[in-house]
């Protein structure tokens, strides 16, 4: 199995900035697409940020110019760096990845989420 932990999230007033990190563990031959996605009260969850296998990062366009996405390989680490953040932001964050636990079986998992508020 595959585990995904986020941590970082918290309460910042609006124009703050926040860094999620998610690290991921158990039994993983290859590290796949990884992202953020979040969701609000009241609403569907929605992509965020993601970074492939080579690095490539992709925004929604309500986060771009304000989140950085990045990733560390060799602490299986995907990180969200996120900028003047706005109270629209505020959801829950959840961190997905896609992993082999064996050569070229794929599968996705989720992390439990963190908590974002940002304040007006």
């Known amino acids: 199995q595959v585990q995904l932990v986020e941590s970082g999230g918290g309460l910042v007033q609006a124009g703050g900035s926040l860094r999620l990190s998610c690290v991921a563990s158990?039994?993983?031959?290859?590290?796949?697409?990884m992202g953020w996605y979040r969701q609000a009260p009241g609403k569907q969850r929605e992509w965020v940020a993601d970074v492939t296998r080579g690095g490539s990062t992709n925004y929604a366009d309500s986060v771009k110019g304000r989140f950085t996405i990045s990733r560390d390989y060799a602490k299986k680490t995907v990180y969200l760096q996120m900028y003047s953040l706005k109270p629209e932001d505020t959801a829950v964050y959840y961190c997905h990845g896609i992993f082999e636990r064996v050569p070229g079986l794929k599968g996705a998992y989720w992390g439990q989420g963190t908590q974002v508020t940002v304040s007006s």
């Open positions: 158990g039994s993983i031959f290859a590290m796949n697409a």
